[in-house]
Each structure stands twice: as structure tokens, then as C-alpha cells.
């Protein structure tokens, strides 16, 4: 992620928070680069936007939008504490909210991947669970169910739908699973299917090893 | 207290309007006060099922309008003084009723009925959201089959989203003998993926076939056993804790033998 851009995640849905000094193409540019690079994580997802204290027009605003949606992405809320951002959010039928001014400087974002998100249900067919760090889930992610994380996943349950760890590109991501029969598993760039037919039951472990995904039954922590 | 119940299940062709049409008569039969909802608004069907098509003059998007009364849309059936059935319109089509309407029919409907059946149209759009807009529980119906479950599953997750509480599940067409020989799907293996609390197991029976073309209750056929099950279907949702049928299938064991015999031989 460029020092630009960071994703924060919380209860309430993920945040895409713009540098608010930079100048405007430049961020422009950024956040199209991370968006293309991080199509995995962004696809489909909800988020809301936090421009800071950068005061943007109706065109600007609807080139972000432009930017934003071209890539299957929606926007649930603006947040900026500038007022005429503000009233170009609702001109573009977009909800708009005030934001605190930025209290931290924007950082990049493979800080704020440790952050954990522990879930305890079933991920049900149709049901996406995405977040920008960890994911712990406790509960079975059903056919036709999704994971999403930035960092790694670990379910506490039988894995059966779609998987995808590392989705902002970190290679050193791992996806574990009592029961570990993905539709498809990714890591990072990686794609990879569940051999065909019944295998080993028992937990399992997933990573990348020499550019390829590699499934290990959990044998505790590897050393070295 | 009445309560409103929607039967749904995602996948169209799984026999929500069969259920719909035998829960209600069953219950009906029971000595309940019963009205059931057709709710597939455009492709309306229910009424053709309970035989009852050619006595509609007025349908669920005219009383929301407001060209007719409750009563004068509530159609008795033939048998029953105490069933009721609401038919959809057939020419509209969903975007004719509001989730925020439906709730108001429901209410209404409350007032003089024990149970309220909405059969609910295929899907997860708008008809489906109509439909569960006034329930206070959600039936799903499955077949053993990979793609019904699938669907089943993304509707438990929307009925847990808006809140309905868990629903529970029927498993419809189970065929013992496929089962037996592990090429269908066991009520088991549904279970296991839904995990939702299971209210009837019905088997697939030709003579849902026959009483469906006859515009007849299947559970009025005493030798049906899908009738016997949608009866004990009706008497679990009255909190009666009736076992479930053991769905056997001699002529499927028999055969099932003979064929490991055969197995073996070549």
C-alpha cells in the first residue's frame, strides 16, 4: 500500500482513508494503482472513504466515484471535514458524514494488517467476510461463502467455500482450517483448488512455498 | 396468538406450493383457523393446486389497492370451512405489492386466523422480501440435491439478516433407495451444512403428482406417505414432538443386496 492510502477496518465496514496533502492527480493515480494491484480484496466490497480535510468539487467527486465503482466497488459514506466535499458527496447521491480531523498521519497499511478480527457464526452461501487483517473465525464457511483478509485466516471449523488471505498481496499469508476443503483457496496472487475426492481429514495449513500453495496437515508451529 | 409463517426456498421447483397447500390443510384439519398467502405474484399457483382457481374473483394486489376487502378476496376451500387461501395476482407482477404492505395484510389477517401460510415465490429479490416482510417464523424447503442446499443455505443467511429467528427446514423428494445406495443426498448431509432445526422429512411420492393434477390435498390420501409426513409436519408446528418416519424402502434394500451379490460375482 503507498503512504497515501490505508484501509482501516472495524464493526461498521471497512475505510479507505485518502492522504488529505498530496497533491490530487498524484492520489488519484495511487489509489488507481491499489485498487487495480488489490482487485481481490476490492471487488465487491462496501467501504467508506475519508478524504480528510481536502476540499474536493462535483467533478472530483464523481471521477473518485467513477474510479472507485469501475472497479466493483461501493461507496457507502463520505467522510470529510470539509464542507463543500461534503454537499459534492450528496450531489453525487452519495451519503456524506463530518470527520474528526486526522488525529494519526496516514500510514501504510502492513501496520494495521495485525490487526485481528475474530467472528464466531457460519459463513453462509452468498455471505462475505472481508477484512484488511487477520481473520479468526469460529464457525463453518459453507459452499458458495467467502473469506476476504489482507493477512492470514484461521477457521475453527470446516472450510468449504471461498478463501482468499493475503488479498493485498502479502505473500507470507496463511490460511489454516480444521477441516480445510475450499471451493478455491488463494494467497495473494495464488490460486488453487481442492484436490478432487475425500483426502486426509484433520487440520491443515496453507502457504505459498517457492511461488506455489502448499497444503500441510498441522504438525504445530514450523521453526527456522 | 396467530402466528404468520413463510414457506420459502430459494430454488424454484423444490415444492414450497405443495407444502404450502398441504401444511395448510393439515393444520386446517387439525381444527385450526388457517388462511394461506400466495405470495408469487405473476405466476401464481397455489390456488391451481388446492382447486380452488376458479373461484377467484378478487387477489392480493386488489385488496392492497384497495379495490377489494379482506374478506372479499379470501377464497374457503372446498372442503374446509376453516382454510382460506389469498390468490396472487397473475397479471402484475412483484413490484406491485411493498414489503411495508405485506405487514399490513399479515396484521390484518391475524385477527381472525390461528395460522397465516405465505408461500413465497423463488428467489431473493423483491418477491421473497414480500414474503418473509410479515413472518414471524421461515420454513425452508429443500430436496437432496446439491444446488437446492446450496440455495437453502444463502436463504438461511438472509432469514438470519432480517431477523426472523432460526428458521426450520423440511426435506423434501428424499428417495430411500438412492439414499440407501449413497447416490442422493441423506437428510444427514443437508443437516450437517444447514445446521437448522429440522421439521419434516417428506418422500418423493407419485402421489403428489396425481392429487397436485386433481387440485387435492395429498394429506387426504391416507395411504400416501408424503401425506403422512406433511401431516406430522403440521402436528410438530403445533409443538407436538412427533418421531420422524422411518422412510424405508424394502424393494431398495432387497436390491441393494442383490446388487453388492453382483459385485461381487464379476
Known amino acids: 500500500m503507498s503512504d497515501l492510502i490505508s484501509i482501516k477496518g472495524g464493526r461498521e465496514g471497512l475505510r479507505l482513508r485518502l492522504d488529505d496533502t498530496a497533491d490530487w492527480q498524484v492520489l488519484i493515480e495511487a489509489l488507481k494503482q491499489q485498487i487495480t494491484q488489490n482487485s481481490g480484496f476490492f471487488a465487491g466490497a462496501r467501504l467508506t472513504l475519508e478524504i480528510g480535510d481536502r476540499a474536493i468539487n462535483d467533478a472530483q467527486m464523481s471521477t473518485l466515484l467513477d474510479l472507485i465503482q469501475h472497479h466493483g466497488v461501493q461507496i457507502e459514506a463520505l467522510g470529510a471535514t470539509a464542507r463543500e466535499s461534503r454537499s459534492a458527496a450528496r450531489a453525487s447521491g452519495v451519503v456524506a458524514r463530518p470527520l474528526p480531523r486526522y488525529a494519526e498521519p496516514t500510514g501504510p497499511v502492513q501496520a494495521s494488517e495485525s490487526d485481528g478480527m475474530l467472528v464466531t457464526r457460519t459463513v453462509r452461501s452468498g455471505q462475505v467476510l472481508r477484512h484488511h487483517g487477520h481473520i479468526t473465525l469460529i464457525g463453518d464457511v459453507n459452499p458458495g461463502g467467502e473469506l476476504i483478509a489482507g493477512g492470514s485466516v484461521v477457521v475453527w471449523g470446516r472450510l468449504r467455500g471461498l478463501v482468499h488471505a493475503g488479498a493485498l498481496g502479502n505473500v507470507e499469508a496463511v490460511v489454516c482450517a480444521l477441516e480445510l476443503r475450499p471451493t478455491q483457496l488463494r494467497i495473494a496472487e495464488q490460486i488453487t483448488r481442492a484436490p478432487e475426492?475425500?483426502?486426509?481429514?484433520?487440520?491443515?495449513?496453507?502457504?505459498i512455498e517457492d511461488g506455489q500453495i502448499v497444503v500441510e496437515p498441522w504438525e504445530g508451529p514450523k521453526r527456522g | 396468538m396467530a402466528r404468520v409463517i413463510t414457506i420459502t426456498s430459494g430454488k424454484g421447483g423444490v415444492g414450497k406450493t405443495t407444502t404450502t397447500a398441504n401444511l395448510g390443510t393439515a393444520l386446517a384439519m387439525q381444527g385450526a383457523k388457517?388462511?394461506?398467502?400466495?405470495?408469487?405474484?405473476?405466476?401464481?399457483?397455489?390456488?391451481?393446486?388446492?382447486?380452488?382457481?376458479?373461484?377467484?374473483?378478487?387477489?392480493?394486489?386488489?385488496?392492497?389497492?384497495?379495490?377489494?376487502?379482506?374478506?372479499?378476496?379470501?377464497i374457503k376451500d372446498k372442503r374446509l370451512p376453516e382454510l382460506c387461501l389469498?390468490?396472487?395476482?397473475?397479471?402484475?407482477?412483484?413490484?406491485?405489492?411493498?414489503?411495508?404492505?405485506?405487514?399490513?395484510?399479515?396484521?390484518?389477517?391475524?385477527?381472525?386466523?390461528?395460522?397465516?401460510?405465505?408461500?413465497?415465490?423463488?428467489?431473493?429479490?423483491?418477491?421473497?422480501?414480500?414474503?418473509?416482510?410479515?413472518?414471524?417464523?421461515?420454513?425452508?424447503?429443500?430436496?437432496?440435491?446439491?444446488?437446492?442446499?446450496?440455495?437453502?443455505?444463502?436463504?438461511v443467511g438472509l432469514v438470519e439478516a432480517a431477523e426472523k429467528g432460526p428458521p426450520h427446514l423440511i426435506v423434501n423428494r428424499i428417495k430411500p433407495r438412492l439414499v440407501s445406495r449413497g447416490e442422493m443426498l441423506s437428510v444427514e448431509d443437508v443437516l450437517e451444512l444447514l445446521a437448522i432445526n429440522l421439521i419434516g422429512i417428506v418422500p418423493d411420492d407419485e402421489a403428489i403428482v396425481t392429487s397436485t393434477n386433481r387440485g387435492e390435498a395429498v394429506v387426504y390420501d391416507q395411504g400416501?406417505?408424503?401425506?403422512?409426513?406433511?401431516?406430522?409436519?403440521?402436528?410438530?408446528?403445533?409443538?407436538?414432538?412427533?418421531p420422524f418416519m422411518a422412510i424405508t424402502d424394502q424393494q431398495g434394500v432387497l436390491e441393494w443386496l442383490f446388487g453388492m451379490i453382483g459385485r461381487r460375482r464379476s
Open chain 2, 34 to 74: 388457517v388462511a394461506v398467502i400466495d405470495a408469487d405474484i405473476g405466476l401464481r399457483n397455489l390456488d391451481v393446486v388446492m382447486g380452488l382457481e376458479n373461484r377467484i374473483v378478487y387477489d392480493l394486489v386488489d385488496v392492497v389497492e384497495g379495490r377489494a376487502r379482506l374478506r372479499q378476496a379470501l
Open chain 2, 86 to 155: 389469498m390468490p396472487a395476482a397473475q397479471t402484475r407482477d412483484k413490484d406491485a405489492v411493498s414489503p411495508q404492505q405485506m405487514i399490513e395484510l399479515t396484521n390484518q389477517l391475524r385477527q381472525e386466523f390461528d395460522f397465516v401460510l405465505i408461500d413465497s415465490p423463488a428467489g431473493i429479490e423483491g418477491g421473497f422480501r414480500n414474503a418473509i416482510a410479515g413472518a414471524d417464523e421461515v420454513v425452508i424447503v429443500t430436496t437432496p440435491e446439491v444446488s437446492a442446499v446450496r440455495d437453502a443455505d444463502r436463504i
Open chain 1, 197 to 207: 475426492g475425500a483426502g486426509k481429514l484433520g487440520p491443515e495449513t496453507a502457504r
Open chain 2, 224 to 242: 400416501s406417505l408424503a401425506g403422512r409426513a406433511f401431516l406430522n409436519v403440521a402436528r410438530r408446528l403445533g409443538g407436538e414432538d412427533v
